[in-house]
């Protein structure tokens, strides 16, 4: 396995697992707290995850072009429908993440700030929407990429 390939993987398991941790384990736990500290423990985890998804994000399709172009010495039309299936989804799921974090996570930022946490709490309601498409999209790639080589 090349570097770019172990670099590619890590990424991926960072930003889909911390997904899957925070949608399927996290939030059904923090349900439990009232509104102003379940926004303020949603806020923290956020504010030290996304630099993290900043890092998945660059890395991710860095690493995929350079594999995809050098190390497999093809152009993209040799490549497999999978990675351009792959390709398809990545692209679409940094999008959603650039919406995330310059959109409801901004406003939520202020909201936090000036302590208006029920409104906080409803741009955290739009964030766990787009994580969930997003870990939804996130699993999807993780499919293909692992079985797609076998269509």
Not at 8 to 29: D, K, Q
Not at 98 to 112: A, C, D, G, N
Not at 117 to 144: C, D, K, S
């Amino acid at each position: 396995m090349s570097y770019y390939m172990a670099v590619h993987l890590v990424s991926a398991v960072i930003w889909v697992g911390g997904m899957f941790f925070a949608h399927m384990v996290l939030r059904p736990a923090s349900l439990a707290l009232e509104v102003p500290e379940r926004v303020q423990l949603w806020f923290g985890v956020l504010n030290r995850f996304f630099p993290w998804v900043w890092l998945s994000v660059v890395l991710l399709p860095l690493t995929g072009y350079i594999m995809a172009l050098v190390e497999f010495d093809s152009s993209m039309a040799d490549l497999g429908l999978h990675i351009h299936i792959m390709q398809g989804l990545g692209i679409i799921m940094i999008l959603l993440f650039l919406y995330v974090f310059f959109v409801p996570f901004q406003t939520m930022r202020k909201r936090v700030s000036e302590c208006l946490f029920p409104e906080a709490g409803m741009y955290m309601n739009r964030i766990r929407i787009a994580v969930t498409i997003n870990l939804v999209l996130g699993l999807l790639v993780t499919l293909v990429a692992s079985a797609g080589r076998y269509w």
